[in-house]
């Protein structure tokens, strides 16, 4: 009665007209929450009416790049064409060293680039300006400027470039590549194909992908990217730059909706060492590793595959501090280890000389080691070899189905086996045999049983052996085929 009261008062006074009103509520409360639900999911996409005030807002620190490079013109052998042919006369051109067509030739490159200081300094990619001759930035308001390079990063594919200033130039800022989500909105900004300052919008399509380095921290997105974009800019909504261009996958070289740019929390650091020491000086532990499988974590009585184990252990950090062959990383400066590449770029990005804790398993048990890290060498300096213990005397074969023998100066040079590799070798492998179809072949050299060093036929039969009586179902080898280490699971029928 009370609500009919309040209703009355306000000018209805009878059902008929109750029943109306109560309709009229119940539609307006719908319409009033299908236009929330609307607001909410236009909320979500955060996708603006129009891109163009983040275009003017950050379209002038963008650059075009145009490299130039002198290209040998190549040289035609003589004697190609026989003498007396028609097509003598135009080749003796090509064979003449006074010929014009034999000058170097000047080969031009374009590509795309961002200015992050006032003062001219210019983040692009390594391979839009390696070898180059020349280069010269074309700014958004038509003026050109040539550059220097201050240094650059093969590994992630990043330049650090320098052009003087006569006045402060607009630049843009790094954004937190690591807050950046997958449908998150973001524009790249470069110079496809030539074709000048052009501008393409896109969502991030995946994160933390890997394409072949080593320290690969890729953004995926659908944002065109084209020949030329490369080095430009990937911006968030914010105007902050959380990507460099680098690299799209596609069937006929353009576009199809699968570019890759490098995360900014890779580029950024790098950016900051190029600028102080003209070159990236990455942390070093000083071993070669791999990932681990679920048959490999079972022969190590590992729940899951989680960590990164030893292949190598070069002369270094890793092996002053005592970390073996077959450990297993689990734990490096307090940060958990997935896998390998996790592992790598954590290195990476660690001071070069602290000493931190590295926690590893071996045998089943996890032991900490501190390790000191070294700089990274270049790939041609990593030829240190790994010490092995010395062979011990011969003795018969220890795995069913495999005949092994430790190695001896002739098996040495007969199978082409460094010095410094010690351990035992496989002289024959029935191809009936569970070894055979785990993947041991004749020639392997076995250096490591169960996360141990072995010198001796004996001591394989005895790691063996120790493995079926715990009731293993397999064990873990570490072996050289043709130097190279790898790991193998030799499961027990």
Do not use: C
């Amino acid at each position: 009665m009370r609500h009919f009261y309040i209703l009355k008062t306000a000018g209805f006074s009878t059902a008929e007209d109750i029943n109306k009103l109560r309709q009229f509520i119940v539609i307006a409360f719908f319409v009033t929450i299908s236009v929330f639900l609307q607001t909410v999911v236009l909320n979500a996409r955060g996708a603006p009416e129009s891109f163009a005030d983040l275009v003017e807002g950050v379209g002038s620190s963008v650059v075009n790049i145009t490299t130039t490079t002198k290209v040998e013109a190549p040289v035609v052998p003589r004697g190609v064409v026989p003498e007396g042919s028609p097509f003598e006369e135009l080749f003796r051109d090509f064979q003449n060293p006074n010929s014009p067509r034999q000058r170097p030739r000047n080969a031009n490159a374009l590509g795309s680039g961002f200015v992050i200081s006032s003062d001219g300094f210019i983040v692009t990619n390594h391979h839009v300006i390696n070898g180059a001759d020349q280069i010269t930035i074309e700014f958004n308001d038509g003026s050109f400027r040539d550059a220097v390079v201050i240094g650059s990063d093969e590994n992630i594919d990043i330049a650090l470039l320098k052009v003087d200033a006569e006045t402060p130039l607009e630049f843009v800022k790094f954004g937190d590549s690591d807050i950046s989500r997958v449908g998150d909105w973001v524009m790249a900004m470069g110079n496809p194909l030539g074709q000048g300052f052009s501008v393409s919008v896109g969502i991030i399509s995946a994160r933390n992908r890997e394409l072949s380095g080593n320290y690969d921290d890729y953004i995926q997105t659908d944002a065109a990217i084209n020949r030329g974009n490369s080095g430009g800019p990937l911006f968030n909504m914010d105007g902050e730059v959380v990507g460099v261009n680098t690299a799209i996958l596609s069937p006929n070289g353009g576009s199809i909706g699968i570019g890759f740019s490098m995360a900014s929390n890779v580029v950024e650091p790098v950016v900051k060492q190029l600028k102080e020491f003209g070159e990236v000086r990455r942390g070093w532990l000083g071993v070669s590793i791999g990932d681990l499988n679920q048959d490999m974590a079972d022969a190590l009585g590992m729940k899951e595959p989680s960590g990164s184990i030893v292949l190598e252990v070069y002369d270094g950090p890793s092996k002053d501090a005592g970390i073996l062959a077959s450990d297993v990383i689990v734990m490096f400066d307090n940060k958990e280890v997935s896998n390998s590449g996790e592992l790598v770029r954590i290195v990476g990005d660690t001071t070069v000389g602290r000493t931190v804790d590295v926690i590893v398993l071996r045998q089943g048990e996890r032991i900490k080691v501190s390790v000191k890290l070294g700089q990274r060498p270049t790939n041609k300096e990593l030829n240190a070899q790994v010490t092995q213990p010395e062979p011990a005397k011969p003795n018969e074969d220890a795995i069913d189905g495999v005949g092994l023998s430790e190695l001896s100066d002739s098996l040495r040079e007969e199978y082409g086996i460094d010095p410094a590799i010690s351990g035992v070798i496989i002289m024959s492998v029935e191809e009936t045999s569970s070894a055979y179809e785990n993947g041991l072949r004749k020639g392997d050299v076995i250096t490591d049983v169960a996360q141990k060093p072995i010198g001796s036929v004996e001591e394989v039969e005895e790691l063996v052996s120790s493995a079926k009586s715990e009731g293993r179902q397999s064990v873990l080898l570490l072996v050289r085929r043709e130097g190279q280490p790898r790991f193998i699971v030799l499961k027990f029928n």
